[in-house]
């Protein structure tokens, strides 16, 4: 494991500056606070918008541009939270300017921009990650701790699925529909990544091939007139320790709203994970079945993320919270175990890529 020196931005009070000012620059601003940075500033597409930013996020400046962000030697890491085809440029400049990164994913829309990209990094010294943030639930920590203790034995089947309905009406839009700034997939890129990412985490197992089908349930939405991207994917996968899979990813399931389950079998265990549900885990044998609440007797390092005591729920913005915490603490020199970093970021986008690959031409892709 690499060791960071920390820069002179990460020696006090770690000083972060925003690129981008919607729903997830909210979810990350109020992260970055609770992990006691110092938010320095914020820039968006334009002047206005970066100064409404600014009042909406409680940051101390509003930035003209990206360069000028950069420039200030006083802000120490950079929270890109943009349309997915800007990733690239806005997280290379910020690693050319010496910065650390919180990239939204996915990290690119390309391969090959994610390779360059990340390369790029490990190249700069920085610290790079993004933010795969249900990886900090402590119940899936739990889950894995549980899967490499053996208690599931070996390894046989894996279901995931992760289903939504904001997109079930053809009215319903957004600038991730519309391939020139989302990028050629949607779905799978969108919410089907941390899906991918959660399977190979768990298990510490990696999916070796897929097979695939996308579809586009509505070609044309209200300001989106040429659909290009998918509404759903169904996935057929196999690991490279033989491991059998099926992955369901939609944006159009009707009640769903932000249900990723996965289940996991073994010869002696199936462990089963729902994010709608992240303070139990499911534990089904032959000789019956159980819910596993989160208590006191948890691994060491799923108790190191149950930050509050059983029976006090912790949720989504709780495990982002982690994710930027130990993201910060990587700056300091600290890397934690499960830090997703850039590597974990593109090798999402080499799946979403043979995802694309297999639907399009109908045969398995290897990975």
Same mark, same amino acid.
């Given at each position: 494991?690499?060791?960071?020196?920390?820069?002179?931005?990460?020696?006090?009070?770690?000083?972060?500056?925003?690129?981008?000012?919607?729903?997830?620059?909210?979810?990350?601003?109020?992260?970055?606070?609770?992990?006691?940075?110092?938010?320095?500033?914020?820039?968006?597409?334009?002047?206005?918008?970066?100064?409404?930013?600014?009042?909406?996020?409680?940051?101390?400046?509003?930035?003209?541009?990206?360069?000028?962000?950069?420039?200030?030697?006083?802000?120490?890491?950079?929270?890109?939270?943009?349309?997915?085809?800007?990733?690239?440029?806005?997280?290379?400049?910020?690693?050319?300017?010496?910065?650390?990164?919180?990239?939204?994913?996915?990290?690119?829309?390309?391969?090959?921009?994610?390779?360059?990209?990340?390369?790029?990094?490990?190249?700069?010294?920085?610290?790079?990650?993004?933010?795969?943030?249900?990886?900090?639930?402590?119940?899936?920590?739990?889950?894995?701790?549980?899967?490499?203790?053996? $208690? &599931?034995?070996? *390894?046989?089947?894996?279901? +995931? #699925?992760? !289903?939504?309905?904001?997109?079930?009406?053809?009215?319903? %839009?957004?600038?991730?529909?519309?391939?020139?700034?989302?990028?050629?997939?949607?779905?799978?890129?969108?919410?089907?990544?941390?899906?991918?990412?959660?399977?190979?985490?768990?298990?510490?197992?990696?999916?070796?091939?897929?097979?695939?089908?996308?579809?586009?349930?509505?070609?044309?939405?209200?300001?989106?007139?040429?659909?290009?991207?998918?509404?759903?994917?169904?996935?057929?996968?196999?690991?490279?320790?033989?491991?059998?899979?099926?992955?369901?990813?939609?944006?159009?399931?009707?009640?769903?709203?932000?249900?990723?389950?996965?289940?996991?079998?073994?010869?002696?265990?199936?462990?089963?994970?729902?994010?709608?549900?992240? $303070? &139990?885990?499911? *534990?089904?044998?032959?000789? +019956? #079945?159980? !819910?596993?609440?989160?208590?006191?007797?948890?691994?060491? %390092?799923?108790?190191?993320?149950?930050?509050?005591?059983?029976?006090?729920?912790?949720?989504?913005?709780?495990?982002?919270?982690?994710?930027?915490?130990?993201?910060?603490?990587?700056?300091?020199?600290?890397?934690?175990?499960?830090?997703?970093?850039?590597?974990?970021?593109?090798?999402?986008?080499?799946?979403?890529?043979?995802?694309?690959?297999?639907?399009?031409?109908?045969?398995?892709?290897?990975?």
């Amino acid at each position: 494991m690499t060791t960071l020196t920390p820069t002179p931005a990460t020696t006090r009070t770690l000083r972060v500056g925003f690129v981008g000012g919607g729903f997830m620059a909210e979810v990350h601003s109020r992260a970055a606070r609770a992990a006691r940075a110092s938010l320095g500033g914020v820039v968006s597409s334009s002047p206005e918008r970066s100064a409404a930013a600014a009042a909406g996020l409680g940051v101390d400046a509003a930035f003209g541009s990206m360069e000028e962000l950069l420039g200030d030697p006083a802000i120490g890491l950079i929270h890109i939270v943009t349309p997915n085809i800007t990733h690239f440029e806005f997280a290379m400049a910020a690693v050319a300017a010496g910065k650390h990164v919180i990239c939204e994913k996915p990290l690119t829309t390309s391969v090959d921009d994610a390779v360059d990209l990340t390369n790029a990094a490990a190249a700069a010294g920085v610290v790079a990650t993004v933010p795969f943030a249900y990886r900090f639930h402590p119940m899936v920590r739990e889950a894995r701790a549980r899967i490499a203790a053996g $208690e &599931t034995g070996r *390894l046989l089947s894996i279901q +995931g #699925s992760y !289903l939504q309905d904001w997109l079930l009406d053809p009215t319903d %839009d957004n600038w991730r529909v519309d391939e020139a700034s989302g990028g050629p997939s949607r779905a799978f890129a969108d919410i089907g990544s941390h899906l991918a990412d959660l399977v190979e985490f768990v298990t510490s197992d990696r999916i070796s091939r897929v097979q695939a089908l996308t579809r586009t349930v509505f070609w044309e939405r209200s300001t989106t007139k040429r659909v290009a991207t998918e509404d759903l994917v169904a996935v057929l996968f196999e690991t490279f320790s033989g491991v059998v899979g099926t992955l369901l990813v939609s944006q159009v399931a009707p009640g769903r709203k932000n249900r990723l389950h996965l289940e996991i079998s073994g010869t002696e265990e199936t462990i089963a994970f729902d994010q709608e549900q992240p $303070e &139990t885990l499911w *534990l089904g044998r032959r000789t +019956g #079945s159980e !819910l596993l609440a989160r208590d006191e007797n948890l691994s060491a %390092d799923a108790a190191r993320l149950a930050i509050l005591p059983p029976g006090h729920p912790l949720g989504f913005q709780d495990a982002f919270n982690a994710f930027v915490a130990d993201t910060y603490a990587a700056v300091a020199g600290d890397v934690r175990d499960g830090l997703p970093t850039f590597a974990d970021g593109l090798r999402a986008v080499r799946i979403t890529d043979a995802v694309l690959q297999s639907a399009k031409s109908g045969a398995w892709i290897n990975l």
